[in-house]
């Protein structure tokens, strides 16, 4: 289990204790993010799926996998942080504001200023409007200057990696996990006490969800309830059951909108209405 240390926060430069999470290596070994304390944690302002994970290298076998990037809610003004982790070796600075793009290096050959005032290609022409026919051979590539260029791809999100399922616990910790994956941050009990055999509630910044461990299938009562909690605070309602959910309970589910997920003891929680393949998306 590894140690808790002292993170400051930026915004109100309270001190908060955390710990690093530990992951289940394929070998079975536990690994976690290897934390640099002596980088500043840094303020999320916008989600991205590159953002969310972090390379670890498994000091067992060596495997690199990807887990979710650590982050910290702050217990004083609500801030979330991220914390920076060290660079695996042999790869270079980590990515970031501070990569390739800032040291003003281009590929040989590349033009490097988009209005065709730098230089350009090795015999080509200078200007981005002197180019052939039409103005093909301007900066652009042919699109006028004023036009920008098409937005870039969005990242694929990394396959969910489930964690099998023995007691009440993992089920909880599975939920968690796949929040993660989504993309919800911070996830996490809201008052700490030890997981009960009833419902166990989730709490992340636009998120209330409640996880169903017992072999009971979930109620048109249990649905209700996490949508009122949502609507309290104005966050999204989402629920996990491992018995699945009553006829009801999934009829009324559908019309308050209220993503259900069913898991496996495999730990592949399951979307089972149409607001839980919308909250999942299409790159699932």
């Known amino acids: 289990m590894a140690e808790a240390v002292p993170v400051r926060c930026p915004a109100c430069l309270r001190e908060n204790g955390y710990t690093a999470p530990v992951f289940p290596c394929a070998c079975g070994s536990p690994v976690h993010p290897p934390l640099d304390l002596s980088a500043p944690p840094v303020p999320l302002t916008h989600r991205t799926w590159s953002d969310t994970w972090v390379t670890v290298r498994c000091t067992t076998c060596g495997r690199e996998s990807e887990w979710p990037h650590p982050e910290l809610g702050c217990g004083s003004c609500g801030t979330v942080v991220l914390i920076p982790v060290h660079p695996l070796e042999g790869t270079g600075s980590p990515a970031g504001p501070t990569g390739s793009s800032a040291t003003g290096s281009s590929p040989v050959g590349a033009r490097t200023d988009p209005d065709g005032a730098g230089p350009g290609p090795a015999g080509g022409p200078v200007s981005g409007t002197t180019g052939g026919a039409g103005g093909e051979g301007g900066a652009s590539e042919g699109r006028p200057a004023h036009i920008p260029p098409p937005p870039a791809p969005p990242v694929p999100r990394p396959a969910f990696r489930p ?38 509630d989730l709490r992340a910044p636009g998120l209330v969800a409640q996880v169903d461990p017992t072999t009971a299938p979930a109620g048109l009562r249990a649905v209700e309830c996490v949508w009122l909690n949502g609507l309290t605070a104005s966050a999204t309602s989402v629920y996990f059951a491992l018995a699945g959910y009553t006829e009801d309970a999934r009829a009324r589910a559908d019309d308050l909108g209220i993503p259900l997920f069913v898991m496996d003891l495999t730990g592949m929680p399951q979307p089972v209405n149409d607001p839980a393949d919308a909250l999942v998306g299409p790159d699932a």
């Open 163 to 200: 964690v099998t399922i023995r007691t009440a616990r993992d089920a909880v910790a599975t939920a968690a996990l796949y929040l993660r994956w989504l993309g919800f941050r911070d996830v996490r009990q809201p008052d700490g006490r030890p997981i009960p055999a009833a419902t166990v």
